[in-house]
């Protein structure tokens, strides 16, 4: 019994652990992945985690999936990173007893023994909440444990060593595939093909354009989900401190908008941390956060404040619509984020480098073009944007200051979700499971080794 997984990121990972513990060396597994190993995901030409140059890019594609260089936070909670409880109850599985098997695996491959949880400190809790409802804003305290970029290399190496070690699972990095079929075949970019009996696509976010155009090519049914667009705000870290070092490590606020009643939430909160550079096909850049460890060791903090969109017929392609504003502001930057501060954004100015340079919150990126955001984004965003920090600032005053550095473009795609049934099989092509943000069936690290869990019970089902 031959099995193929595409994309060796958490979907990937976590069901070959789960095919092998049930099947172990009676079933031969193997995991394609585009990008390098997870020791090789440093590039050469500039020395750092990001490249231009890289295909694919390092930062986002390579064993470990994009997660191996983002700040690595658990959401150890059922409501973050999609409906898990759906996607588990639809199987006969219990939500929480897959996420606690999935944060103890993460355990004992290296994640550090410290749980973030809001409830161990009721009365700062209760004090925030509070705050939030009279401000007609929703905190949601979840239990988290924070990885960091730092340490999640190593334990994505012990994972994959467990894999190959006990198990014998090959992992084939630097392996792209450019095709597959409903025979169950897959076709690589180096030439030749090879069979399989079932196949499980995860392919992250980076190879969620091929996934849908591939689905679209096989008639394989897929649908639209919302876009999350918005910008990364940096500010100095001891504005966060009390909640991050006291309440929750990566808090979640949750808006709705005064002029369009547009939902707006804070995302990936990175207490002194660093805002960097990724970059995606077709020459769009974006940003994102990273916490090293657990003590940070900047003296900013940054957060995602992202906008939630939904589009309706004629345009429903959520994809396109954020590729669109992406490449936009990519242009304007110069193939560089655009860096503006929060006051001159307000205001209709263009940041310029000499009033950076003087700003009381100085950027930990390096690599950035001061610009105006507001020429790149539609008015309804910043709008969004403006009224979202000014609410925010009641409940974490600082955060609309007029030296608040304010970094674009920062958005999630959503992939297109695939039409799949209770296991995550495709309903027109048996024996080809999905899993994973790739698929439009997760976001985010827990949320995808969740799916990949089902789809992989999915697969023993049918074998047994």
Not at 408 to 428: G, I, T, W
């Amino acid at each position: 019994m031959r099995i193929a997984i595409v994309g060796a990121g958490s979907a990937g990972l976590f069901a070959a652990n789960e095919i092998a513990q049930n099947l172990g060396n009676k079933v031969e597994i193997k995991i394609f992945e585009a990008g390098p190993s997870i020791d090789k995901r440093y590039c050469p030409q500039k020395k750092e985690y990001e490249c231009a140059q890289c295909d694919p890019c390092r930062i986002m594609s390579g064993v470990g999936g994009a997660g191996a260089w983002s700040s690595g936070i658990l959401n150890l909670n059922k409501n973050i990173g999609g409906n898990l409880e759906k996607l588990c109850s639809n199987a006969s599985l219990n939500v929480n007893t897959i996420i606690e098997q999935i944060d103890t695996f993460f355990v004992k491959n290296g994640a550090p023994n410290n749980i973030f949880d809001p409830n161990k400190n009721g009365k700062e809790l209760t004090q925030l909440k509070k705050k939030c409802a009279a401000e007609d804003i929703r905190f949601i305290p979840i239990r988290q444990r924070l990885l960091g970029s730092e340490n999640t290399p190593n334990v994505i190496k012990s994972i994959v060593k467990h894999l190959e070690s006990q198990f014998n699972i090959q992992i084939i990095p630097n392996t792209k595939v450019i095709a597959f079929d409903t025979q169950k075949n897959l076709y690589f970019k180096e030439g030749g093909k090879e069979h399989f009996d079932y196949l499980l696509l995860a392919p992250g976010r980076w190879g969620m354009l091929w996934l849908a155009n591939q689905c679209d090519t096989l008639g394989l049914k897929t649908f639209y989900e919302p876009l999350d667009i918005g910008v990364r705000v940096e500010v100095p870290s001891i504005i966060l401190e009390d909640i991050c070092e006291n309440i929750q490590r990566d808090p979640k606020f949750h808006i709705i908008t005064p002029t369009y009643s547009d939902f707006i939430r804070t995302f990936c909160v990175n207490h002194e941390g660093y805002v960097v550079k990724e970059n995606y096909e077709e020459n769009i850049v974006g940003v994102n956060g990273h916490q090293i460890s657990i003590n940070g060791d900047s003296e900013t903090s940054n957060f995602a404040f992202l906008i939630r969109q939904k589009l309706t017929a004629p345009l429903e392609d959520t994809t396109e619509y954020g590729r669109s504003i992406a490449k936009q502001t990519s242009i304007l930057g110069g193939y560089k984020p655009l860096l503006q501060t929060l006051g001159d954004l307000r205001n209709g100015h263009r940041s310029r480098e000499a009033l950076i340079k003087r700003n009381p919150v100085q950027p930990t990126l390096s690599d950035y073009t001061p610009g105006d955001i507001a020429m790149a984004y539609p008015y309804r965003f910043i709008n969004d944007i403006l009224e979202g920090l000014e609410i925010l600032d009641k409940v974490i005053p600082g955060v609309n200051n007029n030296s608040t550095l304010i970094y674009a473009p920062e958005f999630k795609r959503s992939a297109k979700r695939v039409d799949v049934n209770q296991y995550l099989e495709s309903k027109q092509a048996a024996n080809i499971f999905f899993a994973g943000d790739g698929a439009g069936l997760s976001r985010g690290i827990i949320a995808a080794a969740v799916s990949g869990i089902i789809a992989a019970k999915g697969i023993l089902k049918k074998i047994h």
